[in-house]
């Protein structure tokens, strides 16, 4: 108890120290560019990014997240964090980069567990799975001769070696609608269960999946059941609490193939800057131990790009 108290207070320290920089900061930004055209608000996202991840570099508090319960106590009191100066406003939020698996993966399946992810397709009323992940397979099989759908022929300037973001998913599912007359496909919270890495670089940890992530990886469980998962407080710190919390070996391998880990300690750290009507997104992943930044991407009202 006296470890997770001090734990606590090093981590409140670090939320009040973050606040007080990056509001100087803010401060001098917001007076500096008050009369600036809504283009530039991209040069003030970016200052405020690189005044973050310079905090975040030099913080000794961050660096002494070493294990899956100093990372479960950071993420819980530092999640969000809003910060207000002047006319500008700051949200910054703090979460497990291993919270989704990489959809590019889907490719290594072997027959058993394509039959799991149609059980979990059937669940949510996609009237034909098989086509669907046809249609997956083909866009992350590379330039060939021969796919097993006609989604090149519609769409022959598609990427073809793997899904590269949500857009690019989106028109796999817009292709999937009008070919199939129903939009089940488009229900389904992608954005909340899969990232699009190039590499199988991406891990879960199950003390950070939410509902759908366990419901694609595992389509036998109920919504209640999941929910419990979700909501268990203990950490999972290795298989056999998998085990115990009703999983089969066989299901505990398949998490393995999404390269399952209990601790990892890359960060997706998430800047919402607004000034009036206008906002940006910048959304970049950190390495606490090792204070790499990775995948920086940024998003305007009427742009996007990836650093």
Request: charged share 25%; hydrophobic share 40%.
């Given at each position: ?30 007076k ?16 405020i ?54 959809i590019?993966?889907?490719?290594n ?12 397709l059937?669940?949510?009323g ?39 973001s949500?857009?690019?998913?989106d ?12 939009n ?9 269960a ?104 940024v ?9």
């Open positions: 108890m006296q470890k997770k108290g001090i734990a606590l207070l090093v981590t409140l320290f670090f939320i009040t120290a973050i606040m007080a920089i990056v509001g100087v900061s803010m401060h001098y930004y917001n500096a560019s008050s009369n600036v055209a809504e283009s530039h608000l991209i040069v003030q996202g970016d200052a990014m690189s005044d973050v991840i310079t905090f975040l570099q030099n913080s000794e508090d961050v660096k002494s997240v070493s294990d899956a319960e100093s990372l479960q106590l950071f993420l819980s009191t530092s999640s969000l964090i809003p910060i207000q100066k002047d006319s500008l406003s700051l949200v910054v939020m703090i979460q497990s980069a291993s919270d989704r698996f990489n590019n993966d889907l490719k399946f072997n027959e058993d567990l394509n039959i799991e992810f149609e059980e979990y059937v669940k949510q996609v009237s034909d799975p098989l086509f669907f992940m046809d249609l997956l397979r083909d866009s992350m099989s590379g330039v060939k001769e021969n796919y097993l759908s006609e989604l090149f022929v519609d769409k022959p300037t598609l990427y073809k070696e793997r899904l590269t949500q857009e690019h998913l028109e796999i599912l817009d292709f999937y609608v009008m070919r199939r007359y129903e089940s496909v488009k229900t389904i919270p992608w954005s909340e899969v990232t699009f890495n190039e590499t199988n670089s991406t891990f879960i940890d199950p003390n950070y999946m939410p509902i759908e992530v366990w419901k694609m990886l595992i389509p036998r469980l109920s919504t209640i059941e999941t929910q419990m998962i979700v909501d268990n407080e203990e950490l999972f710190k290795d298989d056999q609490e998998l085990l115990d919390i009703g999983l089969s070996e066989q299901e505990v391998a398949k998490l393995h193939k999404f390269n399952l880990t209990y601790f990892s300690p890359i960060v997706r750290v998430i800047l919402k800057v607004s000034k009036g009507e206008r906002t940006l997104n910048i959304e970049f992943q950190y390495n606490l131990q090792t204070s790499q930044v990775y995948k920086k991407t998003k305007g009202s009427i742009f996007e790009f990836n650093i």
